[in-house]
């Protein structure tokens, strides 16, 4: 197999993506990507978020910039500051979640920053029939809210689209729809509620519950980003943080689904 993504055939692009799917993430070096080439990436994976914000690049709205940085007026030009993330994936707040697939490309990295992932199947799969059977029951209530996963100052353009976000209840244990694996969905700063079938249970109890399950080290990968570092991330299959970035640090970010895959 080539070592360059964009130059993947149809069918090896497809077992990569299978592999991301499973895992939860895959990671390739020296990419070699041009803002072009990237974006054309995606879109030939699939339908691609472009909301046009102020991390958006004009030319190809599929790419955000992740980075601290600020214009000569000292207005961010990248989303997610410099400040520690906690666990996360895309999309969580929305009614409708369907751009399951993030890409992170290093323009810039910094030695002193650590991406972490988690995987969410494999948590699942290792409880009894009796453990997964309870977990199936329970649905969330999810909705974004400031000064837990990352702090927004009030006046930051990031919190406005954030907020925008009306929420969703949600089954905790979800199905992928590609590969039929089942996996949790916690995103656990934004869950605000929780029921039991029809009866509600006490979310922040379930949360310390499931984080002794979830974030044990034999599901996780930690990676320091270099130049040319691509990371695929799969939103249901995985979640993501940060630590804070200790310097200059540029990726460029995507989000889609696999429509065209």
């Not at 592999?19 to 339908?47: C, N, P």
């Not at 694996?181 to 310390?208: D, L, R, T």
Request: aromatic share 12%.
């Amino acid at each position: 197999m080539t070592s360059l993504i964009y130059d993947f055939s149809d069918e090896q692009l497809k077992d990569f993506l299978s592999g991301v799917q499973t895992k939860g993430w895959g990671l390739l070096h020296d990419q070699d990507l041009s803002e072009d080439r990237m974006a054309s990436l995606f879109r030939r994976i699939g339908v691609c978020e472009t909301p046009d914000l102020f991390m958006n690049h004009k030319k190809n709205p599929e790419i955000f910039e992740v980075s601290d940085k600020k214009d000569s007026n000292g207005n961010k030009t990248g989303m997610f500051g410099g400040g520690e993330l906690g666990w996360h994936s895309n999309g969580n707040s929305r009614h409708l979640n369907d751009k399951i697939l993030i890409g992170l490309y290093c323009v810039e990295g910094n030695e002193n920053t650590t991406l972490s992932m988690c995987n969410t199947t494999d948590p699942f799969l290792s409880l009894s029939d009796e453990e997964r059977e309870y977990w199936k029951t329970i649905k969330i209530k999810i909705k974004f809210q400031n000064h837990t996963m990352y702090s927004l100052e009030e006046d930051d353009p990031e919190l406005e689209f954030m907020n925008k976000n009306r929420g969703s209840i949600r089954e905790l244990v979800g199905i992928h729809p590609h590969n039929h694996q089942p996996y949790f969905y916690f995103p656990y700063h934004f869950i605000v509620g929780a029921w039991e079938g029809k009866k509600k249970i006490n979310h922040e109890e379930m949360i310390e519950r499931l984080k002794l399950i979830i974030f044990k080290s034999k599901y996780q990968q930690h990676h320091v980003f270099q130049h040319g570092d691509l990371m695929l991330m799969d939103q249901f299959t995985s979640l993501h943080r940060r630590t804070p970035v200790g310097g200059d640090r540029l990726l460029w970010r995507t989000a889609c689904d696999y429509s065209n895959t």
